[in-house]
């Protein structure tokens, strides 16, 4: 994950960084609404997280222009304002989530996990969070846990679902055999990956999801170059 931090201040800045690197993230720490603007332009950026009080300027303003230019870059306020017109400020300019200094880092990355998630739903063509992710024709409705490919149910298995959503979840990204694991089946015992994975591919149609020979599957709408 590719994580933009625009802070000012040298300290704050150099624990975050740290912070965020231990956490597995790659970071670019910025500390002007100049410099934000150049970079947040030519890097394709995960998450921005982005403090207000800049020595050029207001972070809200480096929102408001990238929300301008359409851009849907999942952005993680931190201040040390807390009024309520900040908070409002903050989310109008299109902040998806606001956290008061001091913090605790376990809570940035907390926040900046679920920022992240909600993110990866909307990619996933589920922009209201409605829990209905779609494929080409193929869809899973997580209220019900019900599978339909092109208007005719599927039944799947717990595990099978599972899968399915966690590809489905990432999209036209790889999910690693690991990461499939872990999310998808962890009390599984005996029947493996490609078990589960060979008859999830028998029940919604074999070309919708591809291997990665050694590395693990994805899942790609039919005609996808
Ligand atoms: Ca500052």
Redesign the pocket.
């Known amino acids: 994950m590719n994580l933009c931090l625009i802070?000012?201040?040298l300290l704050l800045g150099r624990a975050l960084a740290a912070t965020l690197g231990d956490a597995g993230y790659r970071v670019t720490w910025l500390r002007t609404v100049e410099a934000a603007g150049r970079w947040l332009d030519a890097e394709p950026f995960d998450a921005v997280v982005i403090?207000?009080?800049?020595p050029d300027g207001d972070g809200i303003d480096v929102l408001k222009a990238l929300r301008r230019r359409a851009c849907v870059l999942p952005a993680l306020i931190v201040t040390a304002r807390d009024t309520l017109q900040v908070r409002i400020d903050g989310l109008d300019a299109g902040a998806d989530d606001f956290l008061v200094k001091p913090f605790a880092t376990e809570e940035l990355l907390a926040r900046l996990r679920a920022v992240l998630r909600r993110a990866s739903r909307r990619g996933a063509g589920d922009p209201d969070g409605l829990g209905l992710l779609t494929v080409g024709d193929l869809s899973l409705d997580e209220a019900r846990r019900t599978c339909t490919r092109a208007g005719q149910t599927v039944n799947l298995s717990p595990t099978e679902y599972s899968l399915l959503q966690q590809l489905m979840l990432h999209k036209n990204r790889v999910r690693t055999r690991r990461q499939l694991e872990l999310d998808a089946m962890p009390e599984s015992q005996g029947q493996s990956l490609d078990v589960h994975m060979s008859n999830l591919r028998r029940k919604i149609g074999s070309d919708m999801i591809r291997t990665v020979r050694g590395v693990g599957y994805l899942i790609e709408a039919p005609g996808t170059p």
């Open positions: 802070e000012d201040d403090d207000l009080g800049l």
